[in-house]
């Protein structure tokens, strides 16, 4: 079966330090991987998307960025992190060419406090 | 662009009750899918339901079942025989359909507690 791991489960890091959050999915080959935030009070936001390694697409303009090393591992990163990047984030897979209904499947997410 | 509007921030119902989740989304396209998921405390999201928007029946899983209404565009959520593990946030998503669209546009969420 597939499973998902993100970690760290929480991280308070400082203003302007950098960041690095990692997410692997296994037992499938080839997943679009996606990095979402959730901001409180507001809903999931797409921020990187991956259909390939090396293949990264940016939904929002922002100070983060994104990496696909493998194929099956997505980082998040920052080189200085801001107030406003406090937030859930979330990194999920789907299945390439699994159907048009196939579902987004979700780490259980890490808590970022920009201090 | 597509946008999904969920316009109840907060429910409470009792326990064994039935209850409504809104949801209503907008777009050009007439290929899509829409997802209900739902947050629990764990923060884990987790696929309640699913719809194909060019399948008229509803779609029910178990307690779960959906009132889509294709015209309205409304995807709305019923939880019967509601229980305490049901007490979570619930996110309405919406997809373009066709490979390679597999991003999916969420709404705000509805915080949802079921009173014993």
């Known amino acids: 079966s597939q499973t998902i791991h993100q970690w760290p489960a929480t991280l308070v890091q400082p203003v302007g330090s950098p960041l690095s959050l990692e997410c692997t999915v296994e037992?499938?080959?080839?997943?679009?991987l996606y990095w979402y935030r959730q901001a409180a009070g507001r809903g999931l936001q797409l921020l990187f998307y991956s259909v390939g390694i090396g293949q990264i697409s940016s939904e929002v303009p922002q100070n983060l960025s994104a990496s696909r090393p493998q194929d099956r591992q997505f980082i998040l990163s920052s080189k200085k992190l801001l107030l406003s990047d406090s937030g859930f984030y979330l990194c999920a897979w789907s299945v390439t060419g699994g159907g048009d209904n196939s579902p987004l499947h979700f780490g259980n997410g890490t808590r970022l406090t920009v201090t | 662009a597509q946008t999904v509007t969920q316009s109840q921030p907060e429910m409470s119902v009792q326990e064994a009750e039935t209850v409504t989740l809104s949801c209503t989304y907008d777009t050009s396209e007439s290929n899509y899918y829409l997802f209900w998921y739902k947050q629990p405390p764990s923060r884990q999201m987790i696929l309640v339901i699913r719809?194909?928007?060019?399948?008229?029946q509803n779609a029910t899983e178990n307690r779960f079942s959906v009132n889509f209404q294709k015209a309205a565009k409304s995807f709305s959520l019923k939880i019967s025989d509601s229980q305490l593990g049901d007490t979570a946030m619930y996110f309405c998503a919406f997809r373009r359909g066709g490979i390679g669209n597999e991003k999916l546009t969420f709404g705000t969420g509805t915080r949802l507690t079921i009173i014993p």
């Open positions: 719809q194909e928007a060019y399948k008229q």
């Open positions: 037992g499938t080959s080839n997943p679009n």
